[in-house]
């Protein structure tokens, strides 16, 4: 007899199934797109019209997803969007990829994956496949994704539809590993919901690693990022330590990098950003404050990192000082917004503190990014100066925040008065030149 789970492996394995992705960010759009281009037929749901319009002209908003090749996708039909939830009512196949920030209490902001089940479990149906990638602490996908999928119906997960959570593990910028390539890990509810889950998304990536749970998928991904915050932490603590030390911090972490093994190169800066570091080992952490337990690591390196941006903003008082001024009324070129360099992504971007911070202490304050021409941040806005040149000679200060390829350092530095790097962008590390001060 032929099961629903044997239809559907029927329908995933001829590329027939009809797929869904809520979610058209930096997750959704990539993910749809490789989709789209393995044969599937996809539709997008998001709820901002302003996206669904450029997507159906087959434009992009994702410099990861050029418009070339979104464009043949829409023309061939391989894929459409839609803000309408009622698109759900046909799909086989549903990934949600919606954002999950952290609120300013510090707990997990679980709103949209909330909304996304709501809508979706209106249009639950048997033969359905649905796998969560927002990151999230362990648990979520079963105890609260599941009962809301099934508070309403009869019906049965690892039966009637299947349900599995796979991290998402975007890096914007990366042209090495893409959403192709790399290797993405799926757990399930059930044996048979990480098989279903595991045989569709390998229609299209190049290697899925199935595991055991829906609980592992969902710590793995969290002990990923949490692996990185606490060892940027560690740097970042190594930096202050070397500053009051009078010792070169870049010259140390060069050093101790020659060593072949047992060391992994992890560099300083202005303070952690993007969209997972910063926020998904918190997610951890509060899930086990629940428990009665306190994730130590977490929360010392959450209290390192987040410190940065003071440290950064003393640092340019200690700039200014060596030319007997203050912060007060001094004028400050931040350059760089973006949390990384040669990208757009604004997100948690530790610039956006930084000229805060600055503002605050009465600091006048403008910035240069090439790609992103306009912040908007609480209670302030500010533009993209338009001649770097004049504004770099115009500053009391430069403070390099994002180290972006396209700058050049040692005009920058010429022309300057004086000039923080906080990521020794200008190879001017320690005292090696009297207008630099680095980290």
Not at 162 to 184: I, Y
Not at 204 to 225: G, H, P
Request: net charge negative.
């Amino acid at each position: 007899m032929t099961t629903t789970k044997d239809t559907l492996l029927q329908k995933l394995e001829a590329n027939e199934a009809k797929m869904v992705v809520l979610g058209l960010g930096y997750v959704g759009l990539p993910l749809a797109a490789v989709f789209g281009e393995s044969g599937f037929h996809v539709t997008g749901i998001d709820p901002d019209k302003n996206k669904i319009d450029q997507l159906q002209a087959g434009e992009s908003y994702i410099p990861d997803v050029p418009s070339a090749e979104i464009k043949p996708l829409v023309d061939k039909g391989q894929f459409r969007s839609s803000t309408d939830f009622a698109e759900l009512k046909d799909a086989d196949a549903v990934s949600i990829c919606v954002p999950t920030p952290l609120r300013k209490t510090g707990d997990p902001d679980l709103s949209y994956i909330l909304a996304a089940t709501e809508d979706l479990a209106q249009y639950l149906h048997p033969g359905m496949v649905i796998v969560l990638e927002s990151t999230t602490y362990p648990g979520t996908t079963r105890e609260l994704v599941l009962d809301k999928l099934t508070e309403n119906n009869d019906l049965e997960v690892g039966k009637d539809f299947f349900l599995a959570f796979s991290p998402e593990r975007v890096d914007p910028g990366r042209e090495d590993w893409t959403t192709k390539n790399m290797p993405k890990v799926i757990g399930g509810i059930t044996p048979d919901c990480s098989e279903v889950a595991s045989a569709w998304y390998g229609q299209a990536l190049e290697n899925v690693v199935m595991v055991s749970s829906a609980e592992v998928a969902e710590m793995a991904k969290l002990l990923e990022n949490t692996f990185r915050m606490v060892n940027i932490g560690l740097v970042n603590e190594m930096a202050v330590m070397c500053d009051r030390l009078g010792v070169d911090v870049w010259e140390v972490i060069d050093a101790a990098a020659t060593k072949p093994f047992g060391f992994m190169k992890f560099t300083p800066g202005p303070g952690l950003g993007g969209h997972c570091i910063p926020i998904d080992p918190l997610y951890l952490s509060w899930k086990l404050k629940s428990l009665n337990y306190t994730a130590r690591f977490i929360e010392l390196a959450s209290e390192i990192n987040t410190n940065m941006p003071r440290y950064v903003v003393d640092k340019v008082q200690d700039a200014l000082n060596q030319h007997a001024k203050s912060l007060n009324g001094s004028h400050i070129l931040v350059l760089g917004a973006a949390y990384k360099p040669d990208i757009d992504d604004l997100r948690e971007s530790p610039a956006l503190d930084v000229i805060g911070l600055l503002r605050e202490k009465q600091a006048t304050v403008s910035y240069h990014d090439p790609y992103i021409p306009h912040l908007s941040h609480e209670d302030w806005a500010l533009d993209s100066v338009d001649d770097l040149t004049a504004a770099v000679k115009d500053a009391d200060c430069v403070c390099i925040i994002t180290n972006h390829s396209n700058y050049d350092y040692a005009a920058i530095v010429e022309a300057a008065k004086q000039v923080v790097d906080t990521r020794n962008a200008t190879g001017h590390s320690g005292n090696t030149h009297p207008k630099v001060l680095s980290l």
